[in-house]
């Protein structure tokens, strides 16, 4: 079975600063993988998904991920945060023969001006 | 369109009182899904239908938690007897399509509060 690990709870960063939250997931084949983003009193939000082909994938407000199969990772970046960027993130795993999406504990964002 | 619609938004319950959630999935979305985001826990898969085929029921933490889906679309999840352990947010998503490579849309959840 599919599982995903966000070893960081709770991140600070300074506006304008980079940014790189940690995904680590455990799938025997190639995985569907997921970032989600759920900002404060809001549904959670898709930023971008990897399914195939290039490995780093470009998502919505500036986000990219890179899916590295030697370390098992899937970690998100910006280069430069808002202070809109403070929010709860989570990264999810899927499987090719399975729907069923699961996801990590989450990574809460917040940004210092 | 219209999203995923989840009702309540809110639910106070005391303790050993039966609740019922409802989930409206976007029009003509096959996948129907349920999470449990407790703090600290992430989002908690509880269970997953597919159009005719039997749900997925390998996330419900227990024999008194039960989900219906009535014609293909609306679903309810009940908990019988809550527990104070079981308030969290419920979220209710739905897919159009099987395979994965089709994203979940979520509703804004339902906030159970077992006192």
């Known amino acids: 079975a599919q599982s995903v690990t966000q070893p960081d709870i709770h991140i600070t960063v300074s506006e304008g600063a980079s940014l790189e939250l940690r995904c680590n997931y455990s799938?025997?084949?190639?995985?569907?993988l997921f970032w989600y983003v759920q900002s404060p009193g809001q549904g959670l939000q898709l930023l971008l998904k990897?399914?195939?082909?290039?490995?780093l994938v470009q998502g919505i407000k500036g986000f990219e991920a890179e899916f590295k199969r030697s370390q098992s990772s899937f970690n998100l970046r910006k280069p430069s945060v808002h202070w809109s960027d403070a929010a709860e993130y989570f990264c999810?795993?899927?499987?090719?023969?399975?729907?069923?999406?699961?996801f990590g504990t989450g990574t809460r964002l917040q940004v210092f001006p | 369109g219209a999203g995923v619609s989840q009702s309540p938004s809110n639910k106070v319950t005391e303790k050993g009182k039966d609740v019922e959630l409802r989930c409206d999935p976007i029009s003509g979305h096959t996948a129907l899904y349920w999470y449990r985001q407790s703090l600290g826990q992430g989002l908690e898969f509880l269970i997953y239908?597919?159009?005719?085929?039997?749900?997925?029921k390998s996330g419900l933490p227990s024999d008194r938690f039960s989900a219906e889906r009535t014609g293909g679309s609306v679903s309810t999840l009940t908990i019988q007897r809550t527990q104070q352990e079981d308030s969290a947010v419920y979220l209710c998503?739905?897919?159009?399509?099987?395979?994965?490579?089709?994203?979940?849309?979520f509703g804004n959840g339902t906030r159970l509060t077992v006192t």
């Open positions: 998503a739905s897919r159009s399509s099987t395979g994965t490579n089709s994203p979940l849309h």
């Open positions: 799938y025997g084949a190639t995985p569907y």
């Open positions: 990897y399914f195939s082909g290039d490995t």
């Open positions: 999810a795993v899927g499987a090719g023969n399975t729907d069923k999406l699961i």
């Open positions: 239908f597919q159009g005719n085929s039997a749900p997925d």
